[in-house]
């Protein structure tokens, strides 16, 4: 039974999934405080989380059998990504749920600042009817500069299109192209800071994006200009921003994140010119409902070991590439497995060469089921697909990807060469269409074996009677022998035996096998 920890407010509706799995357990415990979160993530296997749950290092080192975390929305900056790689743990988010709420939420703030909407509402509840004191500024033909063109600035570029602004548009992976069909224009931070009347930030907070409007741009700013952050707090400088309000700079800003969550003695809060909503973007009944039916399908495919998407830190692969990529799988690993246990010496280089149609694929999610397969022979259960690219990187091994298109008489080959501080060997394997996982190649010798079960693989001179002998060691110790492949350099000369036994055997007999003379070594292999 899989337990899953929920410790912010999720969508019940929207969680049923998760509910109803006959394989999870789910436990609810909303607004958990950080020293609760410590003491009993240790029990459990995922976790799910929006924006208040802090995923610290601590928490991940507490959280022993954590496999996934799961993000009810976008923005993952409350969870330390790199400590859950490290960790092994897979993070994923829920893209795409609360792209419209979180861009109709910016669009209400937009208008609630042009308009002095809360401002005004707030003084006739109060009870003061005053026309005077809210004029406000029309949207028609004015500028809208818009930083990050993802899914909510590009939604809210459609929208203020459809109000007749002039939308110009930055973000590092905007193309002129998308730039014209969303008849924006494309322009740079410096250009929407020197023409916009009104400013709107829509990336993820990072350090290349953290107060990308600070005192320097609000001083090239036009007066009068309008700012609005549904993104997160530090895209905008509060203190620089608070500076250009008193000066007059800026005529108005709408906050709905803020650099510290709740606010504590903010003093842009309170301030006549500034809109605020407690982090809401996403706050609608449907956005709430999709970001978690999202997470719970896919956090219920992790812990099944089934095909899942949307990981923060993994290499995202299209079903295309998948549906190629993933038969694979399996074999990568085992290849991977083969070679580190048939290899001595300590690992300095891995090398995998991918040839034939394979190699037209982002081959990085094979490549990190190899490099598991390598390092949990020496790791264990420590190391999985998440960090084991970390893990080698930590120990200095370097991993090399070649690929080439020349199929060298498969239709797909996977080579993985294991470069020690003794020796350097090598492994290739292929699907056999019909016929499955197929080992073709160990060092020079030609070879096919299906790579699975207990195999035997013997390194000896080719002489008369030694296949023999090895039969019957392993028949008078009662090892059924299932298949046996044999391969040599030149008769007489350099040869090795691939044997699939029914059972392993002990070290006994290995001993025994390894003292014929013409035996140079003997390994068992588990796949
Ligand atoms: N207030 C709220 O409740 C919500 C806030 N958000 C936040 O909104 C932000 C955007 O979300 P999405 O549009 O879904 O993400 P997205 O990933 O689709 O878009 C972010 C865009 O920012 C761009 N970007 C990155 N660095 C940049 C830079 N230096 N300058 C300009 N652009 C840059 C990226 O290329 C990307 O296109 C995230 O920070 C997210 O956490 C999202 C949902 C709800
Ligand atoms: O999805 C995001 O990035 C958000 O900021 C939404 O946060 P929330 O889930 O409402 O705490």
Not at 19 to 29: F, G, I, M, N, T
Not at 132 to 154: D, P
Not at 493 to 504: C, N
């Amino acid at each position: 039974m899989f337990k899953v920890l929920i410790s912010d407010p999720l969508s019940e509706f929207g969680i049923q999934k998760l509910l109803d799995a006959p394989d999870v357990e789910v436990v609810q415990k909303p607004g958990l405080s950080p020293s609760d979160l410590l003491a009993e993530i240790g029990d459990y296997d995922a976790l799910l989380v929006r924006s208040q749950t802090q995923v610290t290092t601590d928490v991940l080192a507490a959280g022993k059998k954590l496999k996934a975390i799961g993000r009810a929305g976008v923005g993952v900056d409350n969870i330390d990504i790199n400590a859950a790689t490290q960790a092994g743990v897979v993070v994923i988010n829920a893209p795409d749920g609360n792209t419209m709420s979180t861009c109709e939420h910016s669009f209400a703030m937009l208008m609630a600042v042009a308009r002095n909407i809360p401002q005004a509402h707030k003084k006739l509840t109060d009870g003061k009817w005053d026309r005077k004191s809210f004029q406000g500024v029309e949207l028609n033909n004015k500028v809208l500069g818009i930083i990050g063109m993802g899914r909510i600035g590009t939604e809210v570029a459609k929208r203020a299109k459809a109000f007749n602004m002039t939308v110009i548009g930055y973000d590092p992976f905007l193309t002129e192209e998308r730039a014209q069909k969303l008849g924006v224009i494309h322009g740079s931070v410096e250009d929407i800071v020197l023409q916009a009347d009104f400013i709107t930030v829509h990336t993820p907070l990072i350090k290349e994006t953290r107060h990308i409007l600070s005192t320097r741009e609000f001083e090239k700013m036009k007066t009068g200009v309008r700012v609005i952050n549904c993104a997160r707090g530090g895209i905008i400088d509060e203190k620089a921003l608070y500076e250009a309000i008193l000066t007059g700079k800026v005529a108005g800003a709408a906050l709905d994140v803020f650099e510290v969550e709740p606010p504590v003695d903010n003093p842009l809060i309170g301030l006549p010119q500034v809109v605020v909503t407690p982090h809401l973007g996403a706050s609608t009944l449907e956005a709430q409902e999709n970001v978690a039916i999202d997470v719970s399908e896919e956090i219920i495919k992790i812990l099944r070991d089934e095909p899942f998407k949307n990981a923060v830190n993994l290499p995202s692969i299209p079903a295309h590439v998948m549906e190629k990529v993933q038969p694979y799988f399996v074999l990568g690993e085992k290849l991977g497995h083969f070679i580190a246990q048939v290899t001595v010496g300590s690992i300095q280089d891995v090398t995998i060469a991918y040839s034939g149609e394979l190699a037209e694929f982002d081959t990085a999610p094979l490549t990190r089921t190899i490099l598991k397969g390598i390092l949990s022979f020496h790791l264990g259960e420590e190391v999985n697909y998440v960090n084991a690219p970390h893990l080698a990187k930590t120990r200095d091994i370097h991993v090399t990807e070649q690929k080439s298109s020349s199929n060298k008489g498969f239709t797909n080959l996977i080579t993985v060469s294991l470069k020690t501080n003794q020796q350097t060997r090598l492994v290739a394997g292929t699907l056999l269409n019909g016929y499955g996982a197929r080992i073709v190649k160990i060092d020079d010798f030609a070879i096919d074996v299906a790579p699975n079960g207990h195999l035997l693989y013997v390194h000896h001179n080719d002489r008369p009677g030694v296949i023999g002998r090895v039969g019957t060691i392993l028949g008078t110790n009662d090892v059924n022998i299932a298949t046996m492949q044999v391969g040599r350099r030149d008769v007489g000369g350099d040869a090795i035996m691939m044997l699939t036994i029914d059972k392993a055997v002990t070290a006994e007999i290995l001993d025994t096998l390894g003292e014929m003379s013409e035996i140079k070594s003997v390994t068992q292999i588990d796949l």
